[in-house]
T-cell receptor, first 110, second 116 residues
Framework: QKEVEQNSGPLSVPEGAIASLNCTYS??????FFWYRQYSGKSPELIMS????GDKEDGRFTAQLNKASQYVSLLIRDSQPSDSATYLC??????????FGTGTRLTVIP | GAVVSQHPSRVICKSGTSVKIECRSL??????MFWYRQFPKQSLMLMAT?????????EQGVEKDKFLINHASLTLSTLTVTSAHPEDSSFYIC????????????FGSGTQLSVL
């Protein structure tokens, strides 16, 4: 499988701070990039997708993609305790396959 | 948004038995569904891609005779774990994508399999 790497964490930030989550991938032909949030014992839910270099903002979330560096990140502004979860980076290279990183566990401290 | 229903949510079985997990797309047709497995504190690992009306495509290292996939209709795919063993205990998740080229992937709620 393609390599998608994330720091496993845990990452702890105080409430209201910015949480920064990072992901690197090994396959240069990767085309689509996704961030999923997974609460313990639950299935992942899509929170952001990004396809071209630069930033993409959606509410408190900003995804950043740098294809030259093979790097994608997720910023969460004004972090809330409800943001505490595992965040999975996923990369698609072909038509179907989606490869996930191991996830970063985020804890937002009230 | 699109809904994918997966059941059972939890199953406990004895070693040697077979377990069937169902994945249904409730409000869209899914020509392709995906089956993942997740061990504790590990990533989601793609097991196989299920194609309606044809054979599933298995990832390297996944035994197709052990993990039987059937995608008989555009809204239903099943995964059967045959002769389950304790090492098969894991969280199994299905996902589906509306249409042939849509990017969004919708996940089922997952099935926690525990083999005694």
């Amino acid at each position: 499988q393609k390599e998608v790497e994330q720091n496993s964490g845990p990452l702890s930030v105080p409430e209201g701070a910015i949480a920064s989550l990072n992901c690197t991938y090994s396959d240069r032909v990767s085309q689509s990039f996704f961030w999923y949030r997974q609460y313990s014992g639950k299935s992942p839910e899509l929170i952001m997708s990004i396809y071209s270099n630069g930033d993409k903002e959606d509410g408190r979330f900003t995804a950043q993609l740098n294809k030259a560096s093979q790097y994608v990140s997720l910023l969460i502004r004004d972090s809330q305790p409800s943001d505490s979860a595992t965040y999975l980076c996923a990369v698609r290279a072909g038509a179907n396959n989606l490869f996930f990183g191991t996830g970063t566990r985020l804890t937002v401290i009230p | 948004g699109a809904v994918v229903s997966q059941h059972p949510s939890r199953v406990i079985c004895k070693s040697g038995t077979s377990v069937k997990i169902e994945c249904r797309s409730l409000d869209f047709q899914a020509t392709t569904m995906f089956w993942y497995r997740q061990f504790p504190k590990q990533s989601l690992m793609l097991m196989a891609t299920s194609n309606e009306g044809s054979k599933a495509t298995y990832e390297q290292g996944v035994e197709k005779d052990k993990f039987l996939i059937n995608h008989a209709s555009l809204t239903l795919s099943t995964l059967t774990v045959t002769s389950a063993h304790p090492e098969d205990s894991s969280f199994y998740i299905c996902s589906a994508r509306p249409g042939r080229s849509g990017e969004k992937l919708f996940f089922g709620s997952g099935t926690q399999l525990s083999v005694l």
